[in-house]
């Protein structure tokens, strides 16, 4: 009987540790994957807001110290620290989500901690209407012009390539231009990533460590970093949102430039470039010609528009 106890008491223990370790299992899996998705400055933030509201707590408690009964004091000391500690939690935590290694360190040296921060890439610098947007007023804060971006620049400038050249030389030009703005801040960065070969991923790791957003026309740059958690700003999708709207039924007078793709179509543009397909219009290319909207059609390359001439109406 009594090893029959012992053999029960011993599997009964270890079928207590198996539950409570795999319950410890369970716990610590979920815990670091919801770490994984808080950034260390959001956990420094909070941790330093916690103990401020705790230190606060403490200090708005010492003058009644010998005015609160014992009978109340647990009580009261429990309800101000567990509110004080929570709204320093609460505001850490927001404050805290840019804050990153390289932050701090310029926290340290003394340099000014900057917020809505924006790198900019090569393709915008060299589109140039990056430059028309700021000076509008329609983007400010703190644009960084990492010294990689500025060495690609200086490559495609001196291409012996005529085309590439210009290019390079115009993005210089842009980037000139920009510099000039007293709206924002332009600050060239001397971060690099030796280790990281190709452009466009070493943008991607320095937005990430600046927690900033990179501005592009790249439809694979702007991919590739909205996978990896960066906030892209594309200036293409701007566009294309801005562009004026047009309702199926609308009358419009274009000229027709050319043939279409398929039997007897016309094509035609709208001021901002976007493509008309006209139906039955081949004989009308070269003239001015009212339209009735058929159709519209929106792509990931933009807006395509259907149409037929108003006089089949």
Known sequence: MTAGYLYGLKYGYVTYGAITGFS?????????????????????????????????????????????????????YFVLNAAFGYGGLFVGLHRGRNLTVSAIMRLFKGQELEEDIKVLDTSVIIDGRI????????????????????????????SPDPLR?????????????????????????????????EVDAKLIALARLLSAKIITNDFNLNKVAQLQGVAVLNINELANVLKPVVLPGESLNLFIVKEGKEYNQGVAYLDDGT????????????????????????????????AKPKEEE
């Not at 010294?147 to 400038?157: G, H, R, S």
């Not at 008309?276 to 528009?305: C, D, F, H, P, W």
């Open 24 to 76: 410890f299992g369970v716990i610590t899996i979920f815990v670091e994957s919801r770490l994984k998705k808080i950034s260390f400055g959001s956990v420094l933030g909070g941790l330093f807001g916690l103990g401020t509201g705790l230190v606060f707590a403490n200090l708005f408690l010492l003058p009644f110290r010998y005015v609160i009964t014992d009978e109340t004091k647990v009580l009261v």
């Open 131 to 158: 430059a028309d947007i700021i000076e509008a007023g329609f983007l400010e804060g703190a644009f960084i012009i990492p010294q990689f971006i500025l060495q690609e620049l200086q490559y495609i400038a001196d």
């Open 165 to 197: 050249r210009t290019k390079g030389r115009r993005g210089l030009d842009i980037l000139h231009r920009i510099q000039k703005m007293s709206n924002i801040k332009v600050k060239i960065v001397e971060e690099d990533f030796p280790k990281i070969k």
């Open 275 to 306: 493509m008309v397909v006209i139906e039955n219009a081949r004989r009308l290319i070269g003239k001015n010609v009212e339209v009735v909207v058929a159709s519209v059609l929106q792509t990931t390359a933009g807006r395509m528009i259907f």
